[in-house]
């Protein structure tokens, strides 16, 4: 008997998160759209973030543990290569999906038939270590656009303009066309990733907000803080002198200050959140 695979591969790489991954776990579990696995890939964590995947009792999730510590670009690779769904979402320890998100985009997805829409991601949530939002994210670039136009964004504002993994759902044969995640500098891991899977097709935008991102001590971005500034203005450097999309000097020079401005900002708003969560 052949068993058809699910729909969606939800991803949760996962390495000491005990903290919050529970609740990251539920909010997978919750969705109105049953048509699903949860794969949790445990990177060798020395917390009890095994633990806590162990004690949900539900057919559709599947436990892996890395023999040895992958690093993040490596677990993250290991999730998608795991993934058996039509569309992937890679969905970070700390962060919550809202009950209708797999739900409303892969419906996108399911009517795009002829396959000309490689991803689409969703307003989000910013929330602090205790679930508190503190802020709406929102895509101002209209609700359709193409690789160049996010590179054109993501250049000039000097920041990742599609959001984080948690607010995207891709599919799985433009992610076989662009190949795995690159972990070189792990605060544009996603975005070099979005701008490569819309060499395959164009991104579609949901205004709805149907994910949460969270800012918390263990979360990766806050830990990359002080190199995300360096680490973008080094991936624009690289696009511009890429075939990938044409941008130019005046693009990567505006997004290199962008950049340097945002990092400053993005550091000051995780202090204060954190603060006054405490």
């Known amino acids: 008997m052949t068993i058809r695979p699910p729909k969606v591969s939800v991803a949760i790489p996962v390495y ?3 903290s919050h991954l529970a ?11 049953a048509d699903f696995e949860l794969i949790i890939c445990d990177d060798h964590s020395t917390d009890r973030s095994l633990e806590i995947a162990a004690s949900r009792a539900d057919s559709r999730i599947r ?3 890395n023999a040895s510590n992958l690093g993040f670009g490596g677990n993250w690779n290991r999730c998608l290569a795991e993934a058996q769904g039509s569309y992937i979402k890679i969905l970070p320890q700390d962060d919550l999906l809202h009950r209708d ?3 409303k985009q892969a419906e996108v997805l399911d009517a795009d038939v002829a396959g000309g829409v490689a991803l689409v991601f969703c307003a989000r949530s910013i ?19 193409t690789g160049a136009d996010i590179a054109k964004r993501t250049a000039r504002m000097g920041t990742n303009p599609v959001g984080e993994p948690g607010a995207v759902l891709f599919r799985r044969s433009a992610a076989t066309a662009a190949g795995a995640f690159d972990g070189t500098r792990p605060f544009v891991i996603d975005i070099d990733y979005w701008l490569r899977l819309l060499k395959f097709g164009n991104a579609v935008y949901l205004p709805e907000v149907l994910a949460s991102f969270r800012v918390s001590p263990g979360s990766q971005s806050v830990r990359m803080v002080r190199n995300q500034a360096a680490e973008f203005r080094a991936f624009l450097a690289e696009l511009g002198h890429s ?23 993005r550091a000051l708003f995780y202090r204060l959140t954190m603060r006054s969560s405490s």
């Open 127 to 145: 929330i602090g270590p205790t679930g508190k939002a503190q802020l709406t994210r929102r895509f101002t670039g209209g609700l359709r656009a």
């Open 63 to 65: 436990i892996l543990r």
């Open 16 to 18: 000491d998160g005990e």
């Open 243 to 265: 075939r990938l999309y044409p941008l130019s000097r005046t693009d990567v020079r505006i997004g290199g200050l962008a950049a340097a401005a945002n990092g400053i900002g």
């Open 101 to 103: 998100c797999l739900k």
């Open 23 to 33: 609740e990251t776990i539920d909010s997978v579990l919750s969705q109105s759209c």
